[in-house]
């Protein structure tokens, strides 16, 4: 088989997992069609809520930027943070000294 | 198993090598401490010739003439020739990389208006 | 004569003729630069695709330049090869496939992206000498002709960076990049000639045959271990990564990304054929191990906090080169014992293999659909994107298949080989597959991140303007998902007709070293 895959631990088959993937996609589809479909279309029942107010017309006005997604992971991290920045300093000769630092580290490491 | 170089050389042979060790290290160390670019630039120009120094000693023999049948003169002995291959293609590699970061110095000093490494850090983080 | 004894040699003659074709070349239109661009990278791929199925049964190619006869390693009375000879084997050949399926998708992508610039000279020229520097560097068999052809990508690849010298930033990353990159360099042709004293010989085969234990071995191989993992990436080696890849023009950034493949198979090379007996079993696994995880965590961790699209990636490329660097290590590990080979060391190698030839498809992928989010919209930062799902569907869709694929979600190709890594890595001990998932968690964070900035949310009224990419663009995007829709689909035909033979040429060094050497 093609897409049959024995990794020596266990197998991998992608059309198999298709299979269930299909299947499952069918049921939520299902369950979806159990909703409500007696709101009424074009009117206010159908517009974006906003906290109740007015939705703006440029969307660049109510979007959310990508540097505030992970805000709680980056604050709970800042410690590592802080220090990664430190490292990531920018500068070309303390980039220089990483590397000579880690080639002598490795070639002692192999003399062992 | 051919016999190594190094074991045919005598101990005031080796102090070449010792020469190319301290080389490199100096090298390195100018690369790491100096702040001036084209500071950096001699020292990978140093770097380079340290090395090529150390290709060349490779291929010496005690008494040797040059590697061309029929231009070495009494005598069956002649040095090895692949190293001195090796040096030449070494040192052009060398000027091209050394012409091309002057050329990235310029380009550094008209946008950024300083030759300091401390003040060349726009990408971080 | 007989054209297909020549393949190694076209391979890399191709590329170098396009590159010192084209000062010669008069003006060109630019139609004629389109179809010499396409033409010469198209026959590139032929010859590699060529190349790659000879390989398949697990011959070794061998062709010796500047011989009497192109087949003859050793010339009379000689124990040891003296000519430059390429050497290729099935684990070989599949880089080389990757250099060259990534070449052609980046020209026909440059085609639309590079045509508002100038210096089509100059670009043509650079990229095809770094095409022919990478190709050089897999398919070598001689020590000093890597660094020649390790050069020759590098020089071309400082160029490309700094393409755009208007921009500050291209320029900076270019010095940084090229700095580190020489002492890199100089201190691999030091290790090239302390073999050479030591052995009176450079080329792969011989060396492997001859290679002893003693300190100066030693020196070299971790030397040389060390150069070629900054080449490739690991992590406190890695700065260069994410500048110069966010900076480069993503044509070459996506060409970039194979480069570091092509250091990646030397360090295999190295570890695996050339000194197996020093590197099996020890500390030089674990050194490679031990780099993988850093390079994987700490990788990922920096590209989390990223809002600069290709930065992010750039990030993304260290953590992924993590993967194969563990899977490598621990296969390293395994070969020191011949049960553990059977147990999990074969397991870890494919596993790596695959990762890697996976890689080079979604990661390109995803640097080309970055440089049309560029194109199309004038910035990097995620912060000012949003919305584009509806201009630009194509685009969208193929980021969606390689973000899933380089995230690990089934089906694609990234979940199976991550998978292998696990299962192998699991046999050394539980932590390793532990940081792997985390790892691989943190990724699909990430990305879903870029899909939700750049893709999703409300229409911004400064983008209304914004339409799909040309049509060249979208064919290079296409060629790659091409690829990763196939690896992940039929992820048992590579196995068993790819990864096992390119498994079975690194675990029996002996082959490599017999077809150089003869019957040893």
Redesign the interface.
């Known amino acids: 088989?093609?897409?049959?895959?024995?990794?020596?631990?266990?197998h991998?088959?992608?059309f198999v997992?298709?299979f269930f993937?299909v299947i499952i996609s069918a049921f939520a589809l299902w369950v979806r069609s159990l909703g409500r479909m007696d709101y009424k279309r074009s009117t206010e029942q159908d517009e974006i809520f906003w906290s109740g107010n007015e939705v703006p017309?440029?969307?660049?006005d109510?979007?959310?930027?990508?540097?505030s997604?992970?805000w709680g992971?980056?604050v709970a991290?800042e410690p590592?943070?802080n220090l990664?920045n430190r490292f990531?300093n920018g500068n070309?000769s303390d980039?220089?000294g990483?590397?000579?630092?880690?080639?002598a580290s490795?070639?002692v490491?192999?003399?062992? | 198993?051919?016999a190594?170089?190094?074991e045919k050389m005598d101990w005031l042979g080796n102090a070449s090598y010792v020469v190319v060790a301290l080389l490199?290290i100096m090298a390195?160390y100018t690369?790491i401490t100096q702040k001036n670019?084209l500071k950096?630039c001699v020292a990978?120009a140093v770097?380079?010739s340290s090395?090529n120094l150390?290709?060349v000693l490779?291929g010496y023999r005690d008494g040797g003439s040059i590697p061309i049948y029929h231009m070495k003169g009494a005598g069956d002995l002649m040095v090895?020739p692949?190293?001195q291959c090796?040096t030449l293609?070494?040192i052009v590699?060398a000027l091209?990389?050394t012409a091309?970061?002057l050329s990235?110095?310029i380009?550094?000093h008209k946008?950024?208006g300083t030759l300091d490494i401390d003040e060349?850090?726009?990408?971080r983080g | 004569m007989n054209l297909s004894d020549h393949l190694p040699a076209f391979l890399v003659m191709i590329p170098l003729l396009g590159a010192f074709l084209t000062p010669f070349a008069g003006s060109f239109n630019r139609g004629t630069r389109n179809a010499f661009f396409v033409t010469f990278s198209g026959l590139t791929l032929l010859t590699a695709i060529a190349l790659c199925l000879s390989t398949l049964n697990g011959d070794v190619l061998v062709y010796v330049m500047g011989g009497e006869s192109f087949a003859l390693t050793l010339p009379s009375g000689m124990t040891y090869p003296?000519r430059i000879l390429f050497e290729i084997d099935a684990f070989g050949s599949l880089p080389i496939l990757c250099i060259a399926i990534a070449s052609f998708a980046g020209a026909l992508f440059s085609l639309d992206y590079m045509d508002r610039f100038s210096g089509w000279k100059r670009f043509l020229a650079l990229y095809f000498l770094m095409t022919a520097g990478a190709l050089g560097m897999c398919a070598t068999g001689d020590m000093?002709n890597f660094f020649?052809f390790v050069?020759i990508s590098s020089?071309a690849s400082?160029?490309l960076v700094?393409f755009w010298?208007d921009k500050?930033?291209a320029?900076?990353?270019?010095?940084?990049y090229?700095?580190?990159s020489?002492?890199?360099?100089?201190?691999l042709?030091?290790a090239i000639?302390t073999l050479?004293?030591?052995?009176?010989a450079?080329n792969m085969a011989a060396l492997s045959a001859?290679a002893g234990s003693g300190?100066l071995e030693?020196?070299a191989?971790?030397?040389i271990?060390?150069?070629l993992?900054?080449k490739c990436g690991s992590f406190?080696?890695h700065?260069?990564m994410?500048?110069t890849y966010?900076?480069a023009p993503s044509g070459v950034t996506c060409l970039l990304v194979t480069v570091s493949q092509a250091s990646f198979y030397g360090l295999v090379r190295v570890c695996y054929s050339i000194f197996p007996g020093?590197a099996a079993g020890g500390?030089?696994a674990w050194?490679l191990i031990a780099l993988g995880v850093m390079s994987m965590f700490?990788g990922v961790?920096?590209a989390?906090?990223q809002?600069e699209i290709k930065r992010l990636m750039g990030y993304h490329s260290i953590s992924q080169v993590g993967y194969m660097l563990l899977a490598m290590g621990v296969g390293l590990l395994a070969l020191g014992s011949p049960e553990a080979v059977e147990t999990?060391g074969?397991?870890a190698i494919?596993?790596g293999i695959f990762h890697s030839v996976n890689y080079s498809f979604y990661k390109a992928l995803l640097f080309l659909c970055a440089g049309s989010l560029y194109y199309a919209t004038g910035t990097r930062d995620?912060?000012k994107?949003?919305?584009l799902a509806r201009s630009m569907p194509w685009t969208a869709g193929m980021f969606v298949v390689a973000a899933a694929a380089i995230s690990g979600l089934?089906?694609f190709n990234g979940f199976?080989s991550k998978?292998?890594i696990y299962?192998?890595s699991f046999a050394v001990h539980p932590i390793l597959p532990a940081v792997a998932m985390i790892t691989s968690v943190l990724t699909l964070?990430s990305f879903v991140?870029?899909f939700?900035?750049a893709f999703l949310?409300?229409?911004?009224?400064?983008f209304v303007a914004v339409r799909e990419v040309p049509y060249g663009m979208l064919a290079g995007m296409a060629v790659l998902t091409v690829m990763t829709l196939l690896l992940?689909?039929?992820?048992?035909?590579f196995?068993s007709g790819f990864f096992e033979s390119a498994v079975n040429a690194l675990v029996n060094h002996q082959s490599y070293v017999r077809a150089v050497m003869g019957g040893m």
């Open positions: 088989m093609w897409s049959q895959l024995d990794t020596g631990f266990g991998w088959n992608v997992w298709l993937f017309e440029d969307g660049a109510f979007s959310v930027p990508a540097s997604s992970y992971f980056r991290m590592l943070y990664l990531h070309a980039y220089a990483y590397f000579i630092v880690t080639v490795i070639g490491l192999v003399l062992i | 198993m051919t190594s170089i190094a490199v390195l690369i670019l950096i990978l770097l380079g090395v150390f290709l490779l090895l692949t190293p090796l293609t070494a590699i091209a990389t091309l970061m990235l110095i380009l550094i946008h950024y060349i850090r726009r990408l | 003296v000093f020649v050069e020089i400082f160029g700094a010298r500050p930033e320029v900076e990353a270019s010095f940084k090229m700095l580190i020489q002492i890199a360099a100089m201190l042709l030091l000639g050479y004293g030591r052995y009176d450079v001859m300190t030693r020196v191989m971790g030397l271990i060390a150069v993992a900054f406190p080696m700065t260069w994410p500048d966010a900076e020093l500390v030089v050194m700490f961790l920096m989390v906090v809002h999990y074969r397991a494919r596993g995620l912060d994107m949003g919305g089934p089906p199976v998978w292998m299962e192998s964070a991140k870029v939700q900035a949310g409300p229409a911004k009224a400064k992940s689909l039929f992820p048992g035909w196995t």
